[in-house]
């Protein structure tokens, strides 16, 4: 136990880090701009492609892996969207956001940084490939939902060209099709630049970190969603659940690919919920305060999700096991 605390203690140390030089600083919310700009298309996409350049192809290939953990991301955005629809008398756009804080994990700033720590760089592809297809989930539904709920401008056709678009040059998205690339023709970068590329790999995590405190600092909590109860349970248990459970049923899978898939699960609701809510001028405070809470309770269900791991109490294949 006292491994696991070790491991993810200076991790969310960081994030504590961050939330209190933001709360005694006090500066403006614009001032985290550019270091967001530097882990989003920089730091990341370096460590991204840092780990994927030297991976054999035939493991980047892994469609059933894809379609496991996509579609298990996808169910729980549904669950937790029909649950909303309900409860809200349809209404289309508070139950998407809602929707979205039960499965848009925070995939970006934490998932790389403690899936590599807690496994390895063994754990880089599966992690970047969760990051792709869930991120190209995310970016098609929230704008197609607000289309349904009357709140998108757009025409269809602007609606999807805008939707490719912010797939097709999401920085992380680029990095992994380069590295992929990389990898499949055994290429990499002069000693000079891969030196430079380790320099930013290893400035990812911890900047993300910090950025990540500094974004729950700024963003006061004004009001507590009675949705709670059902959001940190899907999102930080039932969420991984499903996950461990679907690729089980799929097929045969290396651990560390079920783990890192089920340790990305759990992660808590992604900051860009609260970005994608205050676009559309929809549910934006309980937002807010979905992604501190489940920040919050997420370092007691990580640290026991990794005990169980590290312990062996969880088989990466219980159909085998049993």
């Not at 709920?149 to 805008?162: F, N, S, T, V």
């Not at 993300?208 to 507590?224: E, I, N």
């Not at 969420?239 to 690729?247: E, G, K, M, R, S």
């Amino acid at each position: 136990m006292v491994s696991i605390l070790n491991l993810v203690l200076p991790f969310f140390g960081l994030i504590f880090i961050g939330f209190v030089v933001a709360r005694i600083t006090r500066q403006p919310v614009e001032a985290l701009g550019w270091m967001n700009t530097f882990i989003i298309y920089v730091a990341l996409p370096a460590l991204f492609f840092q780990l994927l350049s030297k991976t054999p192809v035939a493991e980047l290939t892994q469609w059933r892996f894809v379609v496991g953990t996509t579609l298990s991301t996808f169910a729980i955005f549904l669950l937790m969207f029909a649950i909303a629809m309900v409860r809200s008398r349809r209404d289309i756009a508070s139950s998407t956001i809602e929707g979205l804080a039960a499965a848009y994990g925070n995939i970006g700033y934490m998932g790389p940084g403690l899936a590599l720590l807690a496994f390895g760089p063994v754990a880089a592809v599966p992690v970047a490939m969760i990051f792709c297809f869930d991120n190209m989930l995310h970016f098609t539904v929230a704008p197609l939902m607000m289309a349904l709920a009357g709140d998108e401008k757009r025409g269809p056709l602007a609606l999807m060209r805008d939707v490719v678009l912010k797939i097709v040059t999401h920085p992380f998205i680029i990095a992994t099709i380069v590295s992929i690339t990389a990898a499949a023709f055994q290429l990499q970068p002069p000693a000079a630049v891969a030196r430079m590329i380790e320099f930013l790999a290893g400035a990812a995590a911890p900047c993300a970190l910090f950025a990540m405190g500094v974004s729950l600092a700024l963003r006061p909590v004004k009001r507590v969603p009675k949705e709670l109860y059902l959001i940190v349970p899907i999102k930080l248990i039932l969420h991984p659940l499903i996950v461990y459970v679907a690729l089980n049923l799929i097929g045969s899978f290396p651990p560390v690919w079920v783990f890192s898939a089920m340790l990305m699960a759990a992660l808590p609701t992604a900051t860009n919920v609260f970005v994608i809510a205050q676009q559309y001028g929809v549910w934006v405070e309980r937002a807010s305060t979905s992604i501190l809470a489940t920040t919050v309770i997420s370092v007691v269900t990580l640290t026991a999700l990794l005990y169980c791991i590290k312990e062996g109490l969880l088989p990466p294949d219980f159909l085998i096991a049993r």
